[in-house]
């Protein structure tokens, strides 16, 4: 099984799991569709990938910001930051099932390992939500949460290891008992010389990304020009490794070789090689970037550069930046289709979805009236990611 | 004595001790809070370790109000807003610098501050460039030394940080002696924390300091650590000394303009 397949649950913000009979429904094979939360129009759009068009829109709260799917319960959650609550959509109706009110925010999702329960990070309150997408309810509230960001489970599914983008740190929740049971240290406190600190700007940990046995976490301090190599067994930090000016985060390649880091101070992109823990290379790459996508064998790496409305695209053999593509609206996310062949990125700005083939590098088609402001774009069994 | 028979002698008190130990195990934001403090500020560690037995179960917001409560001179809490993601998103978005003519105004330390100021500076081509610090009020400390090093001829600049208990340690800056040639740099009486650092350093590499005031003479660093999602514990670190006391940079005496020039000259004739 390729790391791409392992990894859907383990790392993706929407997720599917396989092997399960679908009956008749309206989304004939889920693994066809892309899903794209649309945050001015309040709902998702289903997008068909064998033809490029939208299939469907599926209404849901205001502002929603993420999308994951879980087949073991045919059933697709958003979080909708605009009004704090969750939709809970039936994919063989396509009904919204349950509305929940959550804390201040619901804005990241990711799934559990078997696709039951979903953790909602709610980034206003500080808090997280367990939320069972079997019974349509929250199960508990976790507190003692900086900004929570995004989540990766263990694969057991027995702990979260939750990104704070307001401190410094790493915090582990227990899944079982709803409690933080320990805070991982990475970077150091922030310094100044103000007599405002809280006027500060601090960017800590977006996200923990797991290498594809779950034992190693990658995460960057957006103020330390340094991402930290956590093992996930001893929750301690094992090394720092050296990166740009104000790491975003690590993408990983689907084959675990590579850690990619867009680095936003100086606009370049950290290649770390998860075998030697060594940065392999640093390349050129854009203004205010916010994702990366990787595929056709992970020879090639496209990044999303929000600022400058393109794509860089890297060769990850030669590990040389070889090309940029232009696009008509303002890139946010995208998916890779899980055989590694086509990417999808939303554009905010024009209501679109870019189609690039990976193998030849190059726009292929626009999608157009997905929506108001298309967030995201997510894929069964692929690696998912959200801003 | 053995364990076993302590607690058939005591076994209340052996069950409270066990509490006691299961709180503090269940309490991971507390203990990091501890440790940060006792390693930041040593002074505070016998504190500490009081205000944490008298806090065990109700989480580090508490330990934090004790400390801030019984230090309030050199630790504060101070409360952290939070808008709407987006809105924190556009703020960290918002420009540091802003350039009028020759004039570079540097107003804060935000994230993108040393992006924005190569832009500038390698637009603005040759010839002297004027530094407005008079808004500056401080901020981050490590991005104000990545500012001054792009400004800094090649060469080493210290600072020291002198704490409560009299230690010192040093901050060096390195100039990356970049082809600029700086004019005029000029400061006011808000011009504060970090802004004024900025300024000392200057001024120590022979920049020419105007104005007519001088900073607002607050040269102190601190940390900032995390006592919940909502509440900051600030812990003073020490006071700064730029170079060899430079222009009267010193403890609560700011950096002193050398005279009125160019810019500042120009507005005090704009303002009559």
Redesign the interface.
Known sequence: MSFRNQAKNSLACASLLTGMALPAQALEDLGHYVFVPNRNSADIAVIDARTNTVATRIPVGLVPHQVAVSAGTMKMIASNTGDNTVSIVDLRTLDTVETLTLDHEPEHIELAPDGTIAAVGNIGAGTLSFVSLVENRELSRVDGLYEPHNMTFSPDGSLVYVGNLGADLVSVVDVASATVINEIPVGKPQTVATASPESAEFQGIINVTATPDGSLGFAAFGEGDAMAVLDLRTQETISTLATGNLPWRAYPTADGKFMIVPNNGDETVSIISVATLEEVARLKGAADMTGVNTGWFETTAFVISRGEQKLVVFDLDAMERVGEIDLPGVPETGVTTPDGTMLYVALSSSNQVAVIDVRRRALVTLIDNVGNDPWGAHMVGALNYCH | MSVSSLGAAFPLALAMAALTLAEIR?D??QD?LVT?IEK?RPDLAGDVRQFKERCAGS?ALCLARAIAAHDPETT?L?????P??DTIRW???QPSVAVSGRTVSIYR????V??DLRSILDAAGPGPIDLDLRQN??????R?KQVAAILLPLGHYPMTTTTLEGLVSVDVVHGTGRDLRLGDVTIGTKT???GE?LAALLAEAGARICGDQPT?G?????????A???W?L?LV?GD?LVGRNANGNGKGLGVAPQQLCGRTRSLEAGSN
Do not use: N
Request: aromatic share 4%; proline share 4%.
């Open positions: 269940a991971p934001a990091r940060q930041l989480g504060a101070v409360p952290v807003s939070h709407q993601t703020e960290r978005s330390f935000g994230r993108s040393v992006r009020q401080g901020g981050d400390f490590e104000m504060t924390s970090a650092i607002a607050s040269l102190r660093k601190k940390a900032v650590t995390i919940d999602h909502d900051r600030v670190l700064i």
